[in-house]
Each structure stands twice: as structure tokens, then as C-alpha cells.
């Protein structure tokens, strides 16, 4: 069964920085896109950003851009979300998610990002 396994999630402080760690149980992926999204408490799941494995492109939420990246490791099957100047806002359950193109199919378990002001 193919899963994806999140690490990396905390507690810090505002302005701290923190990378979330995405690691696929198969070379598959390597076709996807994957994505990371986040669901603050009391609140739906948003997007945060995305990258198409076999390029590198990426594309971030408006409320990221410019604080976080997302990058992979082809070698190691893992999508990594670098969070840097982190706001209390920022608090959420993380989660990554592939998608082949039309929809997320596969989803991880999440991780939980805290941060404290």
C-alpha cells in the first residue's frame, strides 16, 4: 500500500523555523505532484503549497510565499517543507498529499506544528 509519513512537526517560537519532512513508500511519486497542506484548529484544511516531482516547479499559498519552501530528494522518495519566520497563525496539523494530476489520492498522516508567540 502506498503511504506517505510525515516528520518534523513541534512546538517553537514565533520567528523560529522548522522543516516538515515527507517520505514516500514508493518511486512512483516521482510522477506526481505533491503537496502539503495544513488544517489550523477549529478550521477546514488549506492549501499550502505544492511541487511537481519531476521538475521542481513549486507553488505556494499567498500567506507562505516568500517564508516557506518546498524542495525533494528524489534519492531519499521525500518533499520537504521548510518553514522560516513562523507565526502563531502558522499553528495547524501539517499534512502532504499526492496527487497524478486530477485529484489528491493519497494523503499522510499529519504532523503537528505549534507555534507559540
Known amino acids: 500500500q502506498v503511504q506517505l509519513v510525515e516528520s518534523g512537526g513541534g512546538l517553537v517560537q514565533a520567528g523560529d523555523s522548522l522543516r516538515l519532512s515527507c517520505e514516500a513508500s514508493e518511486r512512483t511519486f516521482s510522477t506526481y505532484i505533491m503537496g502539503w497542506f495544513r488544517q489550523p484548529p477549529g478550521k477546514d484544511r488549506e492549501f499550502v503549497g505544492s511541487?511537481?516531482?519531476?521538475?521542481?516547479?513549486?507553488y505556494y499559498a499567498a500567506s507562505v510565499k516568500g517564508r516557506f519552501t518546498i524542495s525533494r530528494d528524489s534519492a531519499k522518495n521525500t518533499v520537504f517543507l521548510q518553514m522560516n519566520s513562523l507565526k502563531p497563525e502558522d499553528t495547524a496539523v501539517y499534512y502532504c498529499a499526492a496527487s497524478p494530476g486530477a485529484s489528491w489520492d493519497h494523503w499522510g498522516q499529519g504532523t503537528q506544528v505549534t507555534v507559540s508567540s
Open positions: 511541487i511537481t516531482w519531476s521538475t521542481g516547479n513549486a
